[in-house]
Every structure is written in structure tokens, then in C-alpha cells.
């Protein structure tokens, strides 16, 4: 399949409301236009660049977990959990217990995140369907939602606002 002619997936009318069904991306990619070469060759420089500044942070594992630390506080805001980052360095058993559960979630999403790094760079794991769904299960495990069927994708239409997506 050419790169150029890829739809990312399509709306379909649903009883009373539409949903976007995203394309399959598991195909051999191939690409006519050139260009492609060349924002590959820019990204490919700007890595470089990424990876010469590493040098000169003395502790690179520190830094990339206080931007994990950061990036996650600000995604799981998006699910109403809230705790600070402050918060979420402290053990569990430190905070007041109103703010556990939030923090648990935290907590499984950087585990979780580290649990798909490590599959991909340490075991030589493919990003995949099977990947995804093991990072989910983690992603669910002891917090709200552990039992609605973790590392599994969901089958019903999800929305936000609104008692049902038409009014969402």
C-alpha cells in the first residue's frame, strides 16, 4: 500500500450518533513521492541532535523520568484523576487516602509505559496488537476499571459529556 493513498479509518453512522473506525495499520508501507525521503533524512538529524544534548545531562535517566512524571500528571488529567506531581513521587501509603486511588493510576501508567519500552528494546518485541493489549492489562491493574475486561479493546462506543453519545 502507498503511504500516500492511507486513510486513517472512517465514519460510520450508528443508530443515532457516528463513529470513527480506524484503519488496520499492520501493512508493508511503500511511498512514490520523494519528499517522504527527505522529512525522513530531517527527522532522522533532529534524533541525532536529541541524542548529542543526552550528553550533556548528567543524569539522563533522571531527566527522562521527570518528563515522564510530567507528561503523565498532565494525560491522566484527561481521566479526572488528581493528583500533583509532587503527590505522585510520594509512596502510596504517604498520601491521604482520597488520593490513593488517583495516584495508583499514575503509578500503573508509568509501569506500564516502562513495560512496553522494555518489551520493544530489551526482548526485541514488535510494536503490536498483542503489545498494546499487555500494556493496557498493566495500565488496569488495582485501580477503577480493573475489571472491565483489562487488556482487552473495547467493544462499545465511548464518549465524553452527555448520558449517550448523541448528546455527548
Same mark, same amino acid.
Do not use: C
Given at each position: &500500500?502507498?503511504?500516500?493513498?492511507?486513510?486513517?479509518?472512517?465514519?460510520?453512522?450508528?443508530?443515532?450518533?457516528?463513529?470513527?473506525?480506524?484503519? &488496520?495499520?499492520?501493512?508493508?508501507?511503500?511511498?512514490?513521492?520523494?519528499?517522504?525521503?527527505?522529512?525522513?533524512?530531517?527527522?532522522?538529524?533532529?534524533?541525532?541532535? /536529541?541524542?548529542?544534548?543526552?550528553?550533556?545531562?548528567?543524569?539522563?535517566?533522571?531527566?527522562?523520568?521527570?518528563? /515522564?512524571?510530567?507528561?503523565?500528571?498532565?494525560?491522566?488529567?484527561?481521566?479526572?484523576?488528581?493528583?500533583?506531581?509532587?503527590?505522585?513521587? &510520594?509512596? $502510596?501509603?504517604?498520601?491521604?487516602?482520597?488520593?490513593?486511588?488517583?495516584?495508583?493510576?499514575?503509578?500503573?501508567?508509568?509501569?506500564? /509505559?516502562?513495560?512496553?519500552?522494555?518489551? $520493544? !528494546?530489551?526482548?526485541?518485541?514488535?510494536?503490536?496488537?498483542?503489545?498494546?493489549?499487555?500494556? #493496557?492489562?498493566? /495500565? !488496569?491493574?488495582?485501580?477503577?476499571?480493573? #475489571?472491565?475486561?483489562?487488556?482487552?479493546?473495547?467493544?462499545?462506543?465511548?464518549?465524553?459529556g452527555g448520558s449517550m453519545p448523541?448528546?455527548?
Open positions: &500500500m502507498y503511504l500516500e493513498e492511507y486513510q486513517a479509518g472512517l465514519h460510520e453512522s450508528q443508530s443515532d450518533f457516528s463513529s470513527f473506525i480506524p484503519a &488496520m495499520i499492520n501493512k508493508q508501507w511503500e511511498w512514490k513521492t520523494t519528499q517522504i525521503n527527505v522529512l525522513l533524512e530531517q527527522a532522522n538529524l533532529e534524533l541525532g541532535r /536529541l541524542g548529542s544534548y543526552s550528553e550533556l545531562v548528567p543524569n539522563i535517566d533522571l531527566y527522562i523520568k521527570m518528563h /515522564l512524571q510530567v507528561e503523565t500528571n498532565k494525560s491522566n488529567r484527561i481521566e479526572g484523576t488528581q493528583t500533583t506531581i509532587e503527590e505522585e513521587l &510520594m509512596p $502510596i501509603r504517604d498520601l491521604d487516602p482520597e488520593k490513593r486511588d488517583d495516584a495508583r493510576e499514575v503509578h500503573n501508567y508509568i509501569r506500564a /509505559l516502562k513495560h512496553g519500552v522494555d518489551r $520493544i !528494546m530489551q526482548d526485541d518485541f514488535p510494536l503490536s496488537s498483542r503489545l498494546i493489549r499487555e500494556i #493496557h492489562n498493566e /495500565l !488496569m491493574q488495582g485501580v477503577r476499571g480493573e #475489571h472491565k475486561t483489562p487488556g482487552e479493546y473495547r467493544t462499545s462506543q465511548n464518549w465524553i448523541s448528546n455527548a
